[in-house]
């Protein structure tokens, strides 16, 4: 009996194996910041069929990457065959820098301020790069950025201060509390500018993230992008009963499944 | 299905030990720690990871057999002692209530007891924070959640009269795996785990 007990614990755990994207369909690369200096891993996952000489293919930006790639590419490849639309690239960014650094959009207690710059490296390297050696598609409206915490943080400046860049938003648990809520200010300081672009958002929160920070600037941000923004297509989920992290999986389902369905 | 599993792995862990028990375990009349039929324990705790919620609750064992046991958990929490007011946001109130029942095997030493229970029942969530930026419009938003709960429950008594200390260990096993196969939900299960001391009483 003994003897048993590891067996059946081995058994349980491996009935929880991570979901892999096939290989055969993932290209990496490396390349270097300009702005930063970082050097970052970027994996891109393709769909099947692919075939960059006759289409053109729209393409999320996942922020902690090297976490959550293969999620993402899984799933993508999954709701899109069931809602028969065509698959996206998935294009994964691994640490070039600490997260603290590079999702953070001002320099505080809990991080450096390096946002900008990495939001210069998406726009003058990344991207540039996934157009012309992936089929990545030129327009804003086919592009998407995913982003869970900090990498919520900085999907929303994204929102706010790189606005012609992007055109989608999952964005995840967002530590919007950072520096004051410095996020919302900047969303107020660029509404004029933003306002006159088509947006596309889904803003996701884990139901128990009742740290006393979490909640209530989540919902600011909402009403904000609501109530201020003409174009805009935006829906917001608490995921019942999971915390910050849990929630992280089933909202990224949540966002991925709202934009396919609307985009 | 997966719950199923997961249910079924956990019995059979508790049958192991209930085989153990009654391997290794043997009482000696007389000199061992008393049978009680119904016991009541009240204790304070915390939740440790981290240090953020305390805890005040109360268990209810009532053992049916030497070594099989009924026990009801209830609790009262009150979340995120330390951190009420952050960067402009107030926690105007947060916290859960927990009540659980379940089933467990005892094994005796000389001065002590000890219990694996497992235990199943329903959380009660609530908070409300509200951001008061001057920069922003105020904003407040509340949540309330009734969720299921289970896990497994150790606990420690150790005394031999009417009154007796009692230390418990509850880990939890949601949402990992019950409802949510991601490694990363174990960090719920993590902020749940809760360590508690109390006195018991003999009621019969």
Same mark, same amino acid.
């Given at each position: 009996?003994?003897?048993?007990?590891?067996?059946?614990?081995?058994?349980?755990?491996?009935?929880?194996?991570?979901?892999?994207?096939?290989?055969?369909?993932?290209?990496?690369?490396?390349?270097?910041?300009?702005?930063?200096?970082?050097?970052?891993t970027?994996?891109v996952?393709?769909?099947?069929?692919?075939?960059?000489d006759?289409?053109?293919?729209?393409?999320?930006?996942?922020?902690?990457?090297?976490?959550?790639?293969?999620?993402?590419?899984?799933?993508?490849?999954?709701?899109?065959?069931?809602?028969?639309?065509?698959?996206?690239?998935?294009?994964?960014?691994?640490?070039?820098?600490?997260?603290?650094v590079?999702y953070?959009?001002?320099?505080?207690?809990?991080?450096?301020?390096?946002?900008?710059?990495?939001?210069?490296?998406i726009?003058?390297?990344?991207?540039?790069?996934?157009?012309?050696?992936?089929?990545?598609?030129?327009l804003?409206?086919?592009?998407?950025?995913?982003?869970?915490?900090?990498?919520?943080l900085?999907a929303?400046y994204?929102?706010?201060?790189?606005?012609?860049?992007?055109?989608n938003?999952?964005?995840?648990?967002?530590?919007?509390?950072?520096?004051?809520?410095?996020?919302?200010?900047?969303?107020?300081?660029?509404?004029?500018?933003?306002?006159?672009?088509?947006?596309?958002?889904?803003?996701?929160l884990?139901?128990?993230?009742n740290?006393?920070?979490?909640?209530?600037?989540?919902?600011?941000?909402?009403?904000?992008?609501?109530?201020?923004?003409?174009?805009?297509l935006?829906t917001?989920h608490?995921?019942?009963?999971?915390?910050?992290?849990?929630s992280?999986?089933?909202?990224?389902?949540m966002?991925?499944?709202?934009?396919?369905s609307?985009? | 299905?997966?719950?199923?599993?997961?249910?079924?792995?956990?019995?059979?862990?508790?049958?192991?030990?209930?085989?153990?028990?009654?391997?290794?375990?043997?009482?000696?009349s007389?000199?061992?720690?008393?049978m009680?039929?119904?016991?009541?324990?009240?204790?304070?705790?915390?939740?440790?990871? $981290?240090?953020?919620?305390?805890?005040?609750s109360?268990?209810?064992?009532?053992?049916?057999?030497?070594?099989?046991?009924?026990?009801?958990?209830?609790?009262?929490?009150?979340?995120?002692?330390?951190?009420?007011?952050?960067?402009?946001?107030?926690?105007?109130?947060?916290?859960?209530?927990?009540q659980k029942?379940?089933?467990?095997?005892s094994?005796?030493?000389?001065?002590?007891?000890?219990?694996?229970s497992?235990?199943?029942?329903?959380?009660y969530?609530?908070?409300?924070e509200?951001?008061?930026?001057?920069?922003?419009?105020?904003?407040?938003?509340?949540?309330?959640?009734?969720? $299921?709960?289970?896990?497994?429950?150790?606990?420690?008594?150790k005394?031999?009269?009417?009154?007796?200390?009692?230390f418990?260990?509850y880990i939890?096993?949601? $949402?990992?795996?019950?409802?949510?196969?991601?490694?990363?939900?174990?960090d719920?299960?993590?902020?749940n785990?809760?360590?508690?001391?109390?006195?018991?009483i003999?009621?019969?």
């Amino acid at each position: 009996m003994k003897k048993l007990i590891p067996l059946l614990l081995i058994l349980a755990f491996a009935s929880c194996k991570k979901e892999e994207f096939s290989t055969s369909l993932t290209k990496s690369f490396s390349i270097q910041s300009v702005t930063n200096g970082a050097n970052y891993t970027i994996k891109v996952a393709l769909p099947d069929n692919y075939n960059p000489d006759r289409q053109k293919y729209a393409t999320v930006y996942v922020l902690d990457g090297e976490e959550i790639f293969d999620f993402v590419a899984v799933n993508c490849k999954k709701i899109s065959n069931e809602l028969s639309t065509t698959n996206i690239l998935v294009v994964s960014i691994g640490y070039g820098n600490d997260r603290a650094v590079d999702y953070t959009p001002s320099k505080a207690t809990e991080g450096k301020g390096g946002a900008d710059k990495f939001m210069q490296f998406i726009k003058q390297k990344l991207i540039p790069k996934m157009e012309s050696d992936y089929g990545a598609d030129t327009l804003r409206k086919n592009r998407i950025i995913l982003g869970h915490s900090f990498g919520g943080l900085a999907a929303a400046y994204a929102f706010t201060n790189y606005n012609n860049v992007f055109g989608n938003y999952i964005i995840l648990s967002p530590s919007i509390w950072y520096d004051n809520e410095i996020v919302l200010k900047l969303e107020k300081q660029n509404r004029t500018l933003n306002n006159n672009n088509h947006q596309l958002v889904f803003i996701g929160l884990g139901g128990l993230e009742n740290m006393g920070r979490m909640l209530a600037p989540f919902e600011a941000f909402f009403q904000c992008l609501k109530n201020n923004y003409s174009d805009i297509l935006i829906t917001h989920h608490l995921e019942a009963h999971l915390d910050h992290r849990g929630s992280e999986n089933p909202n990224i389902l949540m966002g991925l499944n709202f934009y396919f369905s609307k985009r | 299905m997966k719950l199923i599993k997961y249910i079924t792995f956990f019995l059979l862990v508790l049958n192991s030990m209930s085989v153990f028990a009654q391997a290794e375990f043997v009482p000696k009349s007389g000199k061992n720690f008393p049978m009680r039929l119904l016991t009541i324990e009240p204790g304070i705790g915390l939740n440790p990871m $981290p240090i953020s919620d305390l805890v005040v609750s109360n268990v209810l064992q009532w053992n049916i057999s030497k070594r099989f046991s009924a026990i009801s958990y209830t609790s009262y929490a009150y979340n995120n002692v330390f951190l009420r007011k952050f960067n402009f946001i107030t926690t105007d109130y947060n916290y859960s209530l927990n009540q659980k029942f379940g089933v467990g095997v005892s094994i005796y030493s000389k001065h002590s007891m000890h219990t694996f229970s497992l235990l199943a029942g329903i959380k009660y969530d609530s908070y409300q924070e509200t951001l008061d930026n001057p920069d922003i419009e105020k904003v407040s938003m509340s949540v309330k959640s009734l969720s $299921p709960d289970a896990g497994l429950m150790y606990n420690l008594k150790k005394g031999r009269k009417k009154y007796f200390f009692s230390f418990r260990m509850y880990i939890p096993l949601y $949402p990992y795996p019950i409802a949510n196969s991601s490694e990363w939900s174990l960090d719920g299960n993590m902020a749940n785990v809760t360590l508690e001391f109390g006195v018991g009483i003999r009621l019969k």
